[in-house]
């Protein structure tokens, strides 16, 4: 494929060729040298139009290690806000010769007119409520990387799964490499869409999704997507569907625990369970690096 916009045109193979890859690109980052040659002349863009910490960073530093120039585009710093189109927006940036762009939307779907627009190759860093492909892929390579394989191994996300991109990429994703995935939260945070998807479970029953798991990621809630879309009590949500200690006694005895950020501690996971013992949350961070240099190897150089 040309993009990577969701997994739709993927195969697992692909898939599985680019968390390969990803172990190449953690050699390159052990190294006192952090940076090789292999996007040396190419320039990527991030054009983001919503706030990012993990995405944005290592997706800069992604391409920096392989030598691309970066031209970094921020929406609220720029003309959009005197009304410029996304149409524009990206025509404009497309004529410094850019290679690449790799883009945030609150809009779902926006990642596929930048690919129209631009006419280049395009990642997408997460549009709306609709796939954030990086992410789900650095959380089967943190998954594989500490539980040696994603075959058969049980994967719940609990949370706001109505409102997350991430659970829907990941819905997507685990299962196309042998993961079984069960996805929990309250009715109204539970779209049932999702359950005819291959290998994923939906369940309102926290205890249940969490008994025998191997990974428990917890989801945030999402307050700028609600529009009133959770109606329940912030202290009844933490008393069914927090990840804690207790919920997590109920999981596989090595399970680990994920988080793709921003957290909102002590509401979806309580503060004890983010930094102890089964936590991979930093080593999702880590391993988000690694994963975005094997997509833009990928999608830039090693074309297949
Ligand atoms: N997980 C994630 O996408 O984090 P950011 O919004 O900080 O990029």
Redesign the pocket.
């Known amino acids: 494929p040309r993009h990577l916009l969701d997994f739709d045109d993927y195969t697992p193979e692909r898939l599985g060729a680019i968390l390969d890859n990803a172990d190449v690109m953690r050699a390159v980052l052990d190294r006192p040298v952090k940076k090789v040659p292999a996007l040396q002349g190419l320039t990527v863009c991030t054009a983001f139009f919503?706030?990012?910490?993990?995405?944005?960073?290592?997706f800069e530093l992604a391409a920096r290690r392989m030598s691309a120039d970066v031209l970094s585009f921020a929406a609220g710093s720029s003309s959009v806000s005197k009304g410029e189109s996304l149409r524009d927006t990206i025509e404009t940036l497309t004529a410094y010769k850019v290679d690449a762009f790799i883009v945030?939307h609150h809009a779902s779907g926006a990642a596929h007119l930048v690919a129209k627009y631009s006419g280049k190759p395009v990642i997408n860093?997460?549009d709306g409520r609709r796939a954030?492909p990086t992410?789900a892929l650095l959380d089967a390579y943190t998954i594989r990387r500490e539980l040696g394989s994603l075959e058969g191994k049980n994967v719940t996300i609990i949370g706001d799964v109505r409102h997350s991109r991430?659970a829907r990429s990941n819905a997507q994703l685990l299962p196309m490499l042998g993961a079984n995935v069960t996805l929990c939260g309250p009715a109204t945070l539970l779209p049932r869409d999702l359950a005819h998807l291959p290998g994923v479970k939906l369940t309102t029953n926290a205890q249940d999704a969490v008994t025998g798991a191997d990974a428990v990621m917890a989801l945030r809630l999402q307050g700028e997507r609600m529009n009133g879309g959770y109606l329940g009590s912030l202290q009844e949500y933490i008393r069914e569907y927090q990840v804690n200690d207790a919920l997590l006694a109920r999981a596989s005895d090595d399970a680990i625990v994920l988080h793709?950020?921003?957290m909102n501690r002590d509401v979806e996971i309580s503060s004890a369970a983010a930094d102890g013992p089964r936590s991979r949350i930093l080593q999702q961070v880590e391993n988000?690096q690694a994963i975005r240099m094997s997509v833009l190897y990928h999608l830039l150089v090693g074309r297949a």
Do not use: F, I, K, W
């Not at 919503?50 to 944005?56: G, H, V």
């Open positions: 919503e706030n990012s910490t993990r995405t944005r960073t290592s945030r860093a997460g954030h992410q991430v793709p950020g921003p988000g």
